[in-house]
């Protein structure tokens, strides 16, 4: 289980440390960093899969993402008894982001690239340092991969510290490219769980959805984001998955509704049965709320529940009445999961804090995010 996550540097995140529970609930008002969260977490798993330098440059690029503020903030700034105004800058720009799963620990380190003047790329980060290591401390006693540069040191079956490669290119982790006898095998353990987290943020249910089109099925165990492959995705938990746990779910959000799979011309489509209705609702005359409870369902209830599971306001359309069925649902699924809500909603915040849900409410002060209440948990980054 991931026990916290730490964030430096991200938009008005400029240093924070996340605890994490079983269940997580974040919150917070309007502007105050939710989504920032979110999208933090996103580009952890995105270094997996390589996809970290693209995905912040989708965001606008490495330069607006970073904290805009000053480098410190002085007292006077915070009460206003003085300007907020930048001084002669004692560090370097970066974007650094790490967490502890169990007794690992991983953080990496972004910074600005070298400017040579003959690249058309000079805008995209490098990463300037990354780092495995056991406890909470990377000292050199407990580093498990340490790169810095283009070179990795690993240490070997003797505990011998070895240099692994020194072809890494700037944008290259160490997670994805490390690969082979010598590498170590928790590298490769971390990299299949950071591309097995999940994430569902505002899943489209308009009419030209995709959750709303028939679609080509085949055994689907994990919902694509997009909600385009349900109609399969709901049929593999009927067949391999937990059915009765969907259907209860369904019945409670809908009372007396239940959900089938029609197949036409090879076609998967979901169908709907309403008490008092004489024939099945297709998807396409599904309310935008009704759809998106099923899509949340069938990303819960998968027969592969992921290491870690991430829900960005998924109260989004849902009318007040469908609330505590989904707290009740996501109450039941982070037994097997580690799960993430991302909320605002009163009513689904409290349903999973009386689940002893881990609360991080967040708040902001001089335009920088902050987590109210518990101390925060202790979080050592490498030093460039």
């Known amino acids: 289980m991931i026990s916290k996550v730490a964030i430096s540097g991200y938009r008005s995140l400029r240093d924070v440390v996340l605890p994490l529970g079983q269940l997580t609930v974040v919150t917070g ?49 915070r009460d206003g008894s003085v300007p907020i105004q930048g001084t002669v ?11 502890t799963e169990d007794t690992l620990s991983y953080a990496i380190e972004l910074g600005l690239p070298g400017q040579d003047g003959t690249s058309l790329f000079n805008e995209d980060p490098e990463i300037k340092r990354e780092v495995y290591w056991m406890g909470d401390k990377p000292t050199p006693a407990k580093l498990i991969a340490d790169r810095r540069g283009s070179g990795v040191r690993v240490k070997d079956n ?9 072809r890494l290119g700037p944008s290259d982790s160490m997670i994805r490219e490390v690969v082979g006898e010598h590498a170590p095998w928790e590298l490769s353990i971390l990299r299949q769980r950071l591309a097995a ?47 009765d746990a969907f259907d209860t779910a369904i019945d409670l959000a809908f009372p007396g509704a239940r959900l089938n799979i029609e197949v036409q011309a090879g076609l998967f489509q979901l169908v709907m049965f309403q008490h008092g209705m004489l024939r099945p609702l297709s998807v396409s005359e599904l309310s935008d709320g009704t759809l998106r409870f099923i899509l949340l369902a069938a990303a819960l209830l998968t027969p592969r529940p992921p290491p870690l599971l991430v829900l960005n306001e998924p109260e989004s359309s849902l009318h007040s009445s469908v609330i505590p069925a989904l707290a009740s649902l996501i109450k039941s699924v982070s037994e097997d999961a580690q799960i993430v809500v991302v909320s605002h909603n009163r009513t689904l915040v409290t349903s999973l804090l009386d689940a002893d849900a881990t609360l991080v409410e967040l708040s902001k002060q001089t335009g920088e995010t902050f987590i109210e209440g518990d101390a925060r948990p202790r979080w050592h980054w490498p030093a460039r």
């Open 29 to 77: 008002a309007n502007g105050t960093g939710k989504s920032s969260i979110y999208k933090a977490l996103r580009l952890l798993a995105d270094i997996a899969d390589d996809r970290i330098i693209a995905s912040i440059a989708r965001e606008g690029g490495f330069r607006s993402v970073l904290w805009a503020g000053p480098e410190q903030i002085s007292r006077g700034m």
């Open 89 to 99: 800058r004692k560090g370097r720009y970066a974007l650094k982001l790490g967490f």
């Open 158 to 166: 003797d505990q011998k510290k070895i240099q692994l490669t020194t």
């Open 197 to 243: 987290w999940r994430f569902y943020d505002h899943m489209r249910t308009d009419e030209a959805a995709p959750a709303r089109q028939p679609q080509i099925g085949t055994r689907t165990t994990t919902l694509n984001p997009t909600g385009s492959d349900i109609a399969a995705a709901v049929q593999t938990i009927f067949e391999i998955g937990d059915r």
